[in-house]
């Protein structure tokens, strides 16, 4: 099965500098890697999916990129501000590889993102 | 447009006592999700359904746990009798049609049901 591997359990960066924060998988490579936000006492919230004929997807200050020759996605948060302190989760389907067998997620453990003023 | 919801928030029972999570998922959403996370571990896939059809359960625990989507709208998830290994948070998911695209959609969690058996 599909294992998924955080950097690290907890990152600090001071504001103002880039955070990155790594995925790798162990298996074959997905169609598409997820990564989404957690805050305390809530659910994940999506912010970037990116395919895997994908180099790069940026949304404003955010930057993912996926090698699937690495087996590896790198999140990337520029000019970071205390309010991006969350935990940050990788995500993988494999639904369609896996003809409907695993239609949900395979998550990381998280990376703790603290950004220090 | 109201997220996906759950109930309760909290829940703290006994062992070999049954409990009950409900999930409301966002309006129009066919695609219904539970997940799982044990402290310390990861969150974990528990099962899909597709409207009011389980379209996998690979990842539920055992037969002690029930999940039911009537009518395909909200979903219960029932654990009885519940076991000291239960705990977690529980969350729920939703997302639109998978049909007629090699792309899942994305997934809208809830708040999570943190569930405490003592």
Redesign the interface.
Known sequence: SQK?EQNSEALNIQEGKTATLTCNYTNYSP??L?W?RQDP??????LL?I?ENEKEKRKERLKVTFDTTLKQSLFHITASQPADSATY?CAL?I??YSG???????????THLIIQP | EAG?TQFPSHSVIEKGQTVTLRCDPISGHD?L?W?RRVMG????????FVKESK??E??MPNNRFLAERTGGTYSTLKVQPAELEDSGVY?C?SSLS?LWT???E???????TRLLVL
Do not use: C, M
């Open positions: 998924i169609a598409y997820q989404y006492g809530r659910g994940p919230v999506f999916l395919r989760l389907d639904s369609w409907g067998g695993a239609d949900g997620l395979t998550f990381g453990k998280g | 996906v695609n999700y997940y571990k990861e969150i974990k896939f528990l099962l899909h379209q996998d690979s990842g969350f998911a998978l090699p792309y899942q994305t997934q809208y969690f809830g708040p999570g």
